[in-house]
C-alpha cells in the first residue's frame, strides 16, 4: 500500500523503475540535463544522493512511463493511459473519501523557526540557462482554504526562490485559478491567506494537485476515493491548514498579497519559455517542517515528456 513518497520509490525499485545515482551531480544544470536525457529515452526514475553542496537527495521523473503512473496509481501496470484514465474516472465518481486526522506525524520530526530557517537549505535545481532563478515549486502543492466555507485546495502553482532571501518565496498563481479566487476573500477581507508548500508526499496527491477538480471538491477527497482509503492529515498549531502527516517537507506561511516580486521565466511545460517576468505576490515563510532525511522532489517541466505531460493525459 502506498502512502507516502518512500512507499512509492520503494514499489518502484521493485518493479526495478529506479536508478540511483551516487556519483556527485552539480545542482546548477547538470541534475536537470541528466533528468531530460533519461526522460527523452523512456528510462527510470532517478533519485540523486549526491548533490553539490547538500546533503538531500533529489527525485525527478517521477511518472515518465505509464508503467510508473500505474504504479502511482496501484493499478495493473499493464494498463494502457486510457485503461489508467478510466480506472481513475471509476473511482473519483464513486464516493468522495475525507481525509483522516492523524496523532502520528512524521513530518514534525524537525521544526525549524526563527534565525535557523533557511528556505536555500534545500537541493533546488537550476533547470535551464534562461531561467529567472532555482524553483523551489515544480512537482509541490500549495495548501490553502477558503475563508468563507472551509474547503482545502491543493495547487501546483511554481514557486521562484529570490537571491538573498531566506524567507521569501515568489509565486505564480495564475488569475482564476483555485487559490486566486480565494486570495481574492482574503484580500476583500484586509487578511492574510495562510499557505503551506508540501513537496514530497503520498504522490496521489501530486496527481490530483495537478489535476482540474471542481471548486469546493478537497483534492484530499479525490485522492482517498483514488486511495480507496483516507489520506492521514493533521491540522496545523501554526496555520490552521490541513497538511499530508507523512510528506517530506512542509514550508508553511501566508501569502502576501501586496508584497510583490518579480518572477520568472521558467522553461514550462510547453516546451517554451513562459512570459517575461513581472511582479507577484510573495509568500512569507514562517516555519520549515521536514522528516529526518527528507526526499526533495523536482520535475523537469519542459518539453515533453515529462512528469506534466503524463499527469495531464
Given at each position: 500500500?502506498?502512502?507516502?513518497?518512500?512507499?512509492?520509490?520503494?514499489?518502484?525499485?521493485?518493479?526495478?523503475?529506479?536508478?540511483?545515482?551516487?556519483?556527485?551531480?552539480?545542482?546548477?544544470?547538470?541534475?536537470?540535463?541528466?533528468?531530460?536525457?533519461?526522460?527523452?529515452?523512456?528510462?527510470?526514475?532517478?533519485?540523486?544522493?549526491?548533490?553539490?553542496?547538500?546533503?538531500?537527495?533529489?527525485?525527478?521523473?517521477?511518472?515518465?512511463?505509464?508503467?510508473?503512473?500505474?504504479?502511482?496509481?496501484?493499478?495493473?501496470?499493464?494498463?494502457?493511459?486510457?485503461?489508467?484514465?478510466?480506472?481513475?474516472?471509476?473511482?473519483?465518481?464513486?464516493?468522495?473519501?475525507?481525509?483522516?486526522?492523524?496523532?502520528?506525524?512524521?513530518?514534525?520530526?524537525?521544526?525549524?523557526?526563527?534565525e535557523g530557517m533557511?528556505?536555500?537549505?534545500?537541493?533546488?535545481?537550476?533547470f535551464y540557462p534562461?531561467?529567472?532563478?532555482?524553483?523551489?515549486?515544480?512537482?509541490?502543492?500549495?495548501?490553502?482554504?477558503?475563508?468563507?466555507?472551509?474547503?482545502?485546495?491543493?495547487?501546483?502553482?511554481?514557486?521562484?526562490?529570490?537571491e538573498g532571501e531566506?524567507?521569501?518565496?515568489?509565486?505564480?498563481?495564475?488569475?482564476?485559478?483555485?487559490?486566486?479566487?480565494?486570495?481574492?476573500?482574503?484580500?476583500?477581507?484586509?487578511?492574510?491567506?495562510?499557505?503551506?508548500?508540501?513537496?514530497?508526499?503520498?504522490?496521489?496527491?501530486?496527481?490530483?494537485?495537478?489535476?482540474?477538480?471542481?471548486?469546493?471538491?478537497?483534492?484530499?477527497?479525490?485522492?482517498?476515493?483514488?486511495?480507496?482509503?483516507?489520506?492521514?492529515?493533521?491540522?496545523?498549531?501554526?496555520?490552521?491548514?490541513?497538511?499530508?502527516?507523512?510528506?517530506?517537507?512542509?514550508?508553511?506561511?501566508?501569502?502576501?498579497?501586496?508584497?510583490?516580486?518579480?518572477?520568472?521565466?521558467?522553461?514550462?511545460?510547453?516546451?517554451?519559455?513562459?512570459?517575461?517576468?513581472?511582479?507577484?505576490?510573495?509568500?512569507?515563510?514562517?516555519?520549515?517542517?521536514?522528516?529526518?532525511?527528507?526526499?526533495?522532489?523536482?520535475?523537469?517541466?519542459?518539453?515533453?515528456?515529462?512528469?506534466?505531460?503524463?499527469?495531464?493525459?
Amino acid at each position: 500500500m502506498i502512502e507516502d513518497l518512500r512507499d512509492y520509490i520503494q514499489a518502484c525499485e521493485e518493479a526495478g523503475a529506479v536508478q540511483r545515482i551516487e556519483a556527485e551531480v552539480d545542482w546548477n544544470l547538470e541534475l536537470s540535463h541528466i533528468a531530460k536525457a533519461i526522460e527523452e529515452v523512456g528510462g527510470p526514475m532517478l533519485l540523486f544522493e549526491n548533490v553539490k553542496d547538500y546533503d538531500i537527495p533529489v527525485m525527478t521523473s517521477a511518472f515518465t512511463t505509464k508503467e510508473r503512473l500505474a504504479i502511482c496509481l496501484e493499478q495493473d501496470p499493464t494498463l494502457s493511459m486510457s485503461g489508467l484514465s478510466r480506472k481513475w474516472m471509476e473511482l473519483t465518481t464513486k464516493e468522495l473519501i475525507p481525509p483522516q486526522v492523524v496523532n502520528h506525524v512524521p513530518v514534525l520530526e524537525n521544526v525549524i523557526e526563527g534565525e535557523g530557517m533557511d528556505v536555500n537549505m534545500f537541493p533546488v535545481p537550476f533547470f535551464y540557462p534562461d531561467d529567472g532563478g532555482r524553483f523551489l515549486g515544480t512537482a509541490h502543492s500549495l495548501v490553502t482554504q477558503d475563508p468563507d466555507t472551509g474547503w482545502t485546495n491543493l495547487g501546483t502553482y511554481r514557486m521562484q526562490l529570490l537571491e538573498g532571501e531566506t524567507d521569501v518565496i515568489a509565486t505564480h498563481i495564475v488569475p482564476g485559478k483555485h487559490a486566486d479566487m480565494m486570495i481574492k476573500k482574503y484580500e476583500a477581507r484586509g487578511e492574510k491567506m495562510p499557505a503551506a508548500v508540501v513537496i514530497g508526499c503520498d504522490p496521489i496527491l501530486y496527481l490530483t494537485s495537478t489535476t482540474l477538480v471542481s471548486a469546493q471538491t478537497d483534492e484530499y477527497d479525490v485522492a482517498g476515493a483514488l486511495r480507496q482509503h483516507p489520506i492521514q492529515i493533521f491540522e496545523s498549531d501554526l496555520t490552521g491548514l490541513k497538511l499530508p502527516a507523512r510528506a517530506e517537507i512542509i514550508i508553511e506561511g501566508y501569502i502576501d498579497y501586496e508584497d510583490k516580486r518579480y518572477e520568472g521565466p521558467l522553461g514550462e511545460f510547453t516546451g517554451y519559455y513562459s512570459a517575461t517576468h513581472w511582479p507577484k505576490p510573495t509568500f512569507k515563510v514562517e516555519r520549515i517542517l521536514h522528516r529526518n532525511d527528507p526526499v526533495f522532489w523536482a520535475t523537469t517541466v519542459g518539453k515533453p515528456i515529462n512528469d506534466t505531460h503524463m499527469l495531464q493525459s
